[in-house]
């Protein structure tokens, strides 16, 4: 993926033309490439189209406001921009790239890849190209491509710590989980990521002895919740576990078996003699897919959280839904549907939807108009503790990828989930359950961004357990 941050050209690397053009265009056109190499990407757009006002059809200057524009999330007019640029010069590999970039952004894959093959025959060096390729492949699915092609750059820029990351994702879908962990450790280097430093050592698998190991959550919900099933197997290896967690899982997940103490994130920690961060411990254990935890339920709610669920006369199924992820996770635009995906399922006599939404999403449910036909839960739960006593009331749970799914897989109720054309790593691709939970189902997109044969599968589906 071209840097997001970063101009085409900058500085050091300037257009043939700069010496050759107004002092004003110099000047505005180095002010924009400054303001975008700093990050200041509103000042480098003005600048950018400052500097096209005066030449206008400069691919150079489209280009760099195309970037600009796609770190702003700001797409079709990064498109337009790069389709102008290919206009004025069709043979410009960096345009072309970086068009099948925002075109991946968009969903159109397969011209994405068009994009980046053709930036690949004019310039055979362009690694970067290689690279955005690989991605697009991997959104197709094609992950042994992918793989190959993230070998090739690698051979090249064995440093590109992108591009290893990008790796163990695929090897991860791929179900090889050995050396995808592996390389996981790679999102260490992720700009979203800020490793921790401690004096105490990372603990490398050995017997522990009586010894007191923290263990931290490094990413969302989600994450936490999937992979605190490996805690009790630190307590079998003779550990004390003090476990760091955001404060929203604390009251669900302090009688987890194996946990000693329990500590707010980034709360004054006790003494311990070693570290590890929650998502390396299969890397450690060397887990594959037939030897990870799977054993379900591994979280059991308190026994005074949550509330008794209404449940309205007639009803045969309770089914609590979920529509939306967090809005800053970098899928969310392909993972998170809108409430009006579930009402189908309002159809059936006999089912009574509950809303687990929580979040600004959940307004949805009012603005949609869809009041009495979804019951609210959600925003009647306080933490986790509670959702999870309030889904155990219910008879199946369906959802998108969100921490509602792995709160529903690690309490082992029955949840369906619907997955984008390319989901997360964890869920791989093809197979229709999961090998983390064994009362989860998944549903997926048969094409990129289709939801409509994914909800319809469900609702008969829906149907068919009603009449059985």
């Not at 329990?262 to 897919?289: A, C, G, N």
């Not at 045969?316 to 969310?332: E, S």
């Not at 094409?447 to 319809?456: C, H, S, Y």
Request: glycine content about 8%.
């Amino acid at each position: 993926m071209s840097s997001k941050k970063n101009p085409a050209r900058s500085e050091n690397n300037q257009p043939d033309w700069i010496g050759s053009v107004p002092p004003r265009v110099k000047e505005v056109f180095l002010a924009a490439v400054r303001a975008h190499s700093s990050g200041n990407l509103a000042e480098a757009v003005t600048n950018y189209s400052l500097a096209l006002g005066l030449r206008p059809e400069d691919p150079v200057l489209l280009t760099n406001l195309g970037v600009a524009l796609r770190a702003q999330d700001k797409f079709k007019a990064a498109e337009a921009c790069y389709r102008r640029a290919l206009a004025v010069k069709p043979d410009n590999p960096g345009a072309l790239s970086n068009l099948g970039n925002v075109l991946r952004r968009l969903g159109k894959l397969k011209e994405a890849v068009g994009c980046h093959r053709r930036a690949i025959e004019l310039d055979r060096k362009f690694i970067d190209a290689y690279y955005n390729l690989g991605l697009v492949l991997q959104d197709l699915g094609k992950l042994d491509e992918a793989i190959r092609l993230y070998n090739y750059c690698l051979k090249f820029k064995p440093d590109d710590d992108r591009v290893s990351w990008d790796k163990s994702l695929a090897l991860l879908s791929k179900g090889d989980f050995i050396n995808g962990f592996e390389l996981y450790e790679y999102r260490w280097k992720h700009e979203q990521l800020k490793a921790r430093h401690f004096r105490q050592p990372l603990w490398d698998g050995s017997s522990l002895n009586g010894k007191r190991i923290f263990v931290y959550a490094e990413q969302g919900f989600g994450d936490t919740l999937h992979f605190c099933r490996y805690i009790p197997l630190l307590a079998k290896a003779g550990g004390r576990v003090v476990f760091e967690c955001q404060t929203e899982l604390i009251s669900l997940l302090e009688g987890l078996d194996g946990v000693e103490e329990i500590v707010r994130d980034r709360e004054r920690l006790p003494d311990f003699d070693f570290q590890v961060p929650l998502l390396s411990l299969p890397r450690i254990m060397k887990h594959d897919t037939k030897s990870i935890p799977c054993e379900c339920p591994y979280i059991i709610p308190p026994a005074q959280a949550g509330f008794p669920v209404h449940v309205p006369q007639g009803t045969k199924l309770k089914v609590g839904i979920a529509w939306a992820g967090k809005p800053t996770h970098k899928n969310d635009h392909n993972r998170s549907v809108s409430i009006e995906n579930f009402l189908p399922f309002a159809w059936l006599p006999g089912v009574t939807l509950y809303s687990l939404q929580k979040g600004p999403e959940s307004a949805q449910r009012d603005e949609a108009g869809c009041g009495m036909l979804v019951r609210d839960l959600g925003n009647g739960c306080d933490d986790f503790a509670d959702t999870a006593k309030v889904m155990g009331q219910l008879d199946l749970i369906i959802t998108v990828d969100t921490s509602v799914a792995h709160l529903a897989g690690a309490l082992n109720l029955p949840v369906w989930v619907a997955l984008p054309y390319n989901p997360d790593w964890r869920w791989m691709l093809k197979r229709n359950d999961s090998p983390w939970y064994p009362s989860m189902t998944l549903f997926r997109q048969k094409k990129p961004g289709d939801w409509d044969p994914v909800f319809k599968k469900m609702l008969n589906s829906l149907k068919f357990r009603i009449e059985s």
